[in-house]
């Protein structure tokens, strides 16, 4: 029989990183209903008593969560531009805890490769096997990734590998705009600092959030799309699909050789 700690590590796998309480609490029960207030009524047509919400629980225009999660984006680009290494950067996001993730998260996936690399690959957030050993695409994925760079002569350690987020959401859900919102600024440090010839982003995802538009990636792959930095480097881009994507999706494997291919005559180019 497994003990609690796997079976707690099976829950938190799972994407369950909260508890309300040691027993089963039922919101729809009638003794757990918040009070509402009673509503002025005209006696004269009906004894029904109606109901109204007070106006302290009407949600407010601008939540608490919206302000917290604009001041963590404005700390965040605050304190990654204080950062001039990717050492730097690195200790700063660890110690960065304006995203929620990072307390579901085992551990922080920085980008990985190296430092001076032509090309920086950019997926969307770590899964379990990243966030158990704390590198970006080390599980099938990442094989897959790293043996089509093989076949166009690029070796991983050549290249700069990373993630939009640095912690894995629970249960490999997807993140929301506001968890990418707040990562976003770690990763265009790391772009800024490592100055590549080449971004090469993998999947709708990576490709939306880097080059801020909703297009998907059917439509963008093909095309090399130019990204700036905030010092005004000009980074010409090239989209492609997720290696995860064409695991589940092998028809599709044919496209993204093309993308590789047009990726190693680029490159030649330079």
Same mark, same amino acid.
């Given at each position: 029989?497994?003990d ?43 004894? @029904?008593? $109606?109901?109204q919400?007070? #106006?302290?629980?009407? *949600?407010?225009?601008?939540?608490? !969560?919206?302000? /917290?999660? =604009? &001041?963590?984006?404005?700390?965040a ?6 950062? @001039?290494? $990717?050492?730097?950067?690195? #200790?700063?996001?660890? *110690?960065?805890?304006?995203?929620? !993730?990072?307390? /579901?998260? =085992? &551990? ?14 950019i ?16 599980g ?10 093989a ?28 968890e ?30 880097v ?23 000009i980074?010409p ?34």
């Amino acid at each position: 029989m497994a003990d609690s700690e796997e079976i707690l590590q099976w829950y938190i796998l799972g994407g369950v990183d909260e508890i309300y309480a040691d027993e089963p609490y039922n919101a729809l029960a009638a003794e757990n209903k918040r009070p509402c207030e009673p509503a002025v009524v005209n006696q004269s047509r009906s004894p @029904q008593v $109606l109901y109204q919400t007070s #106006a302290a629980a009407q *949600r407010p225009a601008t939540t608490l !969560l919206a302000q /917290s999660n =604009n &001041s963590a984006c404005n700390n965040a680009r605050e304190v990654c531009a204080a950062a @001039q290494s $990717l050492e730097e950067l690195k #200790a700063v996001m660890e *110690r960065f805890e304006g995203c929620s !993730l990072k307390f /579901s998260a =085992n &551990s922080t996936v920085f980008g990985y490769g190296s430092p001076h690399a032509d090309v920086m690959l950019i997926g969307e957030a770590p899964g379990a096997d990243e966030d158990m050993q704390g590198k970006p695409f080390v599980g099938r994925s990442g094989q897959l990734l790293t043996k089509m760079l093989a076949a166009i002569g690029l070796k991983r350690e050549e290249c700069y590998i990373t993630n939009i987020l640095p912690w894995r959401p629970p249960g490999n859900r997807t993140p929301t705009n506001g968890e990418v919102a707040v990562c976003l600024p770690f990763l265009q440090r790391q772009i800024e600092l490592v100055r590549p010839k080449y971004i090469f982003l993998l999947g709708g995802s990576a490709a939306n959030a880097v080059l801020d538009n909703a297009e998907s990636i059917s439509r963008l792959r093909g095309h090399v799309i130019d990204y700036k930095t905030s010092d005004g480097l000009i980074i010409p881009a090239l989209a492609s699909f997720h290696p995860a994507y064409l695991l589940r999706t092998p028809q599709q494997k044919a496209k993204a050789w093309s993308d590789f291919l047009r990726l190693q005559r680029n490159l030649s180019e330079i």
